[in-house]
């Protein structure tokens, strides 16, 4: 791998959520000739590339296909590529592995370190992302906080200077991308829908959990599209749990064809925390089926709530109540990746 030895920012990323919502930026960002984006590959898989090239229209420029979420391997191979190319400043996204890693690489090697998306709480330090973002806002030197109640949360921890509220990329992502995601509509689809997404660990890696979800599912009466992780379709084979009638399960989708089916259906029920910010931002009633989030914001708006699926009560109900609800803000900013270009440029002269 040749390395461009006069870069001033590196941008690290390693998983697909990060590569999304970093996208925006990272084209505003490719124009700056002393610039790069840094791939780890601890999500790395051959179709990872289609959602650079394809969806997203930006390229890694260095690609350390890593291929673990092992935080002290990852740290090693950024700390032997960042030595090379000393760079002043380095960006990290949000709360993953390779986030934490290319933080505490960037320290080891003595650049400035940038937190987008810093400030993110959900108060349960058995969250394994908890941990990993106070350490980073522990140790950056600039943060970047999506709202103003992100920026207070660090406030109480004691991390006041440089903290810019800058909005959150995901916005840019959806706008630009919802525009096109009609090109990848399905004639498949039920005419009026719910859409299911669910792969954390602690849901559907447990039998009881998986028994839990489908006995909610058998019991609301709409149909529920339910693009399947692959952990959570082994999982369901694996107990031998099958899911109930009303709910239809496809193969999973591309990020295009993901805000497709968000962006048309009636209601979207999540464990993941990218997919309760897509929603509010596509004005769509979002049910989150865990007991924390880091989202504070779409539960204060009331565009969001809160079910762990040992909840005893009706998740039907839940759902009928949400349906009502009526979207009309989001809490996440508008033209976000230029604002901040604009710190960026303002931090890096």
Same mark, same amino acid.
């Not at 709409?222 to 082994?234: A, S």
């Given at each position: 791998?040749?390395?461009?030895?006069?870069?001033?920012?590196?941008?690290?990323?390693?998983?697909?959520?990060?590569?999304?919502?970093?996208?925006?930026?990272?084209?505003?960002?490719?124009?700056?000739?002393?610039?790069?984006?840094?791939?780890?590959?601890?999500?790395?898989?051959?179709?990872?590339?289609?959602?650079?090239?394809?969806?997203?229209?930006?390229?890694?420029?260095?690609?350390?296909?890593?291929?673990?979420?092992?935080?002290?391997?990852?740290?090693?191979?950024?700390?032997?590529?960042?030595?090379?190319?000393?760079?002043?400043?380095?960006?990290?996204?949000?709360?993953?592995?390779?986030?934490?890693?290319?933080?505490?690489?960037?320290?080891?090697?003595?650049?400035?370190?940038?937190?987008?998306?810093?400030?993110?709480?959900?108060?349960?330090?058995?969250?394994?992302?908890?941990?990993?973002?106070?350490?980073?806002?522990?140790?950056?030197? &600039? /943060?970047?906080?999506?709202?103003? +109640?992100?920026? *207070?949360?660090?406030?109480?921890? %004691?991390? !006041?200077?440089? =903290?810019?509220?800058?909005?959150?990329?995901?916005?840019?992502?959806?706008?630009?991308?919802?525009?096109?995601?009609?090109?990848?509509?399905?004639?498949?689809?039920?005419?009026?829908?719910?859409?299911?997404?669910?792969?954390?660990?602690?849901?559907?890696?447990?039998?009881?959990?998986?028994?839990?979800?489908?006995?909610?599912?058998?019991?609301?009466?709409?149909?529920?599209?339910?693009?399947?992780?692959?952990?959570?379709?082994?999982?369901?084979?694996?107990?031998?749990?099958?899911?109930?009638?009303?709910?239809?399960?496809?193969?999973?989708?591309?990020?295009?064809?993901?805000? &497709? /089916?968000?962006?048309?259906?009636? +209601?979207?029920? *999540?464990?993941?925390?990218?997919? %309760?910010? !897509?929603?509010? =931002?596509?004005?769509?009633?979002?049910?989150?089926?865990?007991?924390?989030?880091?989202?504070?914001?779409?539960?204060?708006?009331?565009?969001?709530?809160?079910?762990?699926?040992?909840?005893?009560?009706?998740?039907?109900?839940?759902?009928?109540?949400?349906?009502?609800?009526?979207?009309?803000?989001?809490?996440?900013?508008?033209?976000?990746?230029?604002?901040?270009?604009?710190?960026?440029?303002?931090?890096?002269?």
């Amino acid at each position: 791998m040749q390395i461009e030895k006069n870069l001033e920012i590196v941008t690290i990323a390693g998983t697909r959520p990060e590569i999304i919502k970093l996208s925006e930026l990272v084209q505003l960002l490719s124009g700056w000739d002393n610039h790069a984006l840094l791939y780890t590959g601890q999500h790395y898989s051959d179709n990872m590339k289609s959602i650079f090239f394809d969806e997203l229209n930006i390229k890694p420029d260095y690609d350390l296909r890593c291929d673990t979420s092992d935080v002290g391997k990852l740290k090693e191979k950024m700390v032997e590529f960042l030595r090379q190319v000393r760079p002043p400043y380095v960006l990290v996204y949000g709360d993953t592995n390779s986030s934490l890693a290319g933080a505490l690489a960037a320290k080891e090697v003595g650049s400035t370190l940038v937190h987008i998306e810093a400030g993110l709480r959900c108060f349960d330090l058995n969250v394994p992302e908890e941990k990993a973002r106070i350490q980073i806002d522990s140790m950056s030197n &600039y /943060l970047f906080p999506p709202t103003e +109640l992100a920026k *207070t949360f660090l406030k109480y921890e %004691q991390i !006041e200077d440089n =903290v810019f509220v800058t909005g959150n990329l995901v916005v840019d992502v959806c706008r630009r991308l919802a525009k096109i995601a009609d090109e990848q509509g399905r004639k498949d689809l039920p005419s009026e829908y719910l859409l299911l997404t669910m792969h954390r660990q602690e849901n559907v890696d447990e039998p009881a959990r998986l028994e839990l979800l489908v006995k909610h599912l058998a019991g609301i009466k709409h149909k529920i599209v339910f693009p399947i992780h692959p952990r959570t379709k082994n999982s369901l084979a694996k107990y031998g749990i099958s899911l109930p009638p009303n709910v239809m399960a496809i193969e999973p989708a591309g990020y295009l064809e993901f805000l &497709y /089916l968000l962006k048309n259906c009636k +209601l979207v029920m *999540t464990d993941s925390g990218g997919v %309760q910010e !897509e929603a509010i =931002v596509l004005k769509r009633p979002c049910i989150t089926l865990r007991h924390v989030s880091e989202r504070w914001e779409t539960l204060l708006l009331k565009a969001n709530v809160l079910f762990p699926l040992y909840r005893r009560d009706s998740l039907s109900d839940v759902v009928d109540t949400m349906l009502a609800t009526k979207i009309d803000r989001n809490p996440y900013g508008e033209d976000v990746a230029k604002t901040m270009l604009a710190l960026i440029k303002e931090i890096a002269t």
